[in-house]
T-cell receptor, first 111, second 118 residues
C-alpha cells in the first residue's frame, strides 16, 4: 500500500520562500503529483514528477527522489493568495490514473 | 461548461435518508473518479469509471454507497440510509486518459458536494 506523510500546517511571510515536504512508503508508483486546494474549492493541479530531480514552473517547483522516498514543493515569492492546502499524491503502478493523496499541508501566508 | 460541475453544492440529510450526488465531467473525458474528503484530510478514493464501465469500486466504504455512469458522461453517487459518519465533501474528478498503467494525466476536480448528515 501507500503511506504518505506531510506536515499538517506551516506558516510563512509574504515574499518569502517555503518548502513543503512529502515522504511516502509505497511499493511503486508512476509519478507524484502536487495539488493546491483553497478552502471550499476544488483541488487544482500544480505539478507532476515522474523522474528524479527538480521540475520548475514559474514560482512553483517540485522535486522528487525515488530512492529516498521523498518529494518537496517549493514556493517562491509568496503571495497572500498562496494560503491554501497543498496535497501530495502518488499514482500507483498497474492501473489507471487513480491518485492516492496525503492529508495535505495547510499553508498560511501572513504579511 | 468548461470544468467539472457537481450538484448540489450543499446537502443536508437526516440520518437514514437517501441522497444522490451528481457529477458532470468535462465533455469527452473518458475517466471519472469519485473521492471523499473529510474535514482537514486529503481526498480518499471511492470509485473509478472508464466510460460507462465501473472498473474499480474498492474504495466504497459500504454497500450503502452506489455509483453509476450509464451513458459514459454524467455520473451519480448514491448513498442509502445515510449515517453521520458519511458527512464529508464528495469530490468528482475527470481526465482524458483511458490508458492503463501509464499515469501522469492530471485530474480535473469539481468543487464538490458538502454532505452533512444530522
Amino acid at each position: 500500500g501507500q503511506n504518505i506523510d506531510q506536515p499538517t500546517e506551516m506558516t510563512a511571510t509574504e515574499g518569502a520562500i517555503v518548502q513543503i515536504n512529502c515522504t511516502y512508503q509505497t511499493s511503486g508508483f508512476n509519478g507524484l503529483f502536487w495539488y493546491q486546494q483553497h478552502a471550499g474549492e476544488a483541488p487544482t493541479f500544480l505539478s507532476y514528477n515522474v523522474l528524479d530531480g527538480l521540475e520548475e514552473k514559474g514560482r512553483f517547483s517540485s522535486f522528487l527522489s525515488r530512492s529516498k522516498g521523498y518529494s518537496y514543493l517549493l514556493l517562491k515569492e509568496l503571495q497572500m493568495k498562496d494560503s491554501a492546502s497543498y496535497l501530495c499524491a502518488v499514482s500507483p503502478i498497474g492501473g489507471y490514473n487513480k491518485l492516492i493523496f496525503g492529508a495535505g499541508t495547510r499553508l498560511a501566508v501572513h504579511p | 461548461g468548461a470544468g467539472v460541475s457537481q450538484s448540489p453544492r450543499y446537502k443536508v440529510a437526516k440520518r437514514g435518508q437517501d441522497v444522490a450526488l451528481r457529477c458532470d465531467p468535462i465533455s469527452g473525458h473518458v475517466s471519472l473518479f469519485w473521492y471523499q474528503q473529510a474535514l482537514g484530510q486529503g481526498p480518499e478514493f471511492l470509485t473509478y469509471f472508464q466510460n460507462e464501465a465501473q472498473l474499480d469500486k474498492s474504495g466504497l466504504p459500504s454497500d450503502r454507497f452506489f455509483a453509476e455512469r450509464p451513458e459514459g458522461s454524467v455520473s451519480t453517487l448514491k448513498i442509502q440510509r445515510t449515517q453521520q459518519e458519511d458527512s464529508a465533501v464528495y469530490l468528482c474528478a475527470s481526465s482524458t486518459s483511458e490508458r492503463t498503467g501509464q499515469g501522469g494525466e492530471k485530474l480535473f476536480f469539481g468543487s464538490g458536494t458538502q454532505l452533512s448528515v444530522l
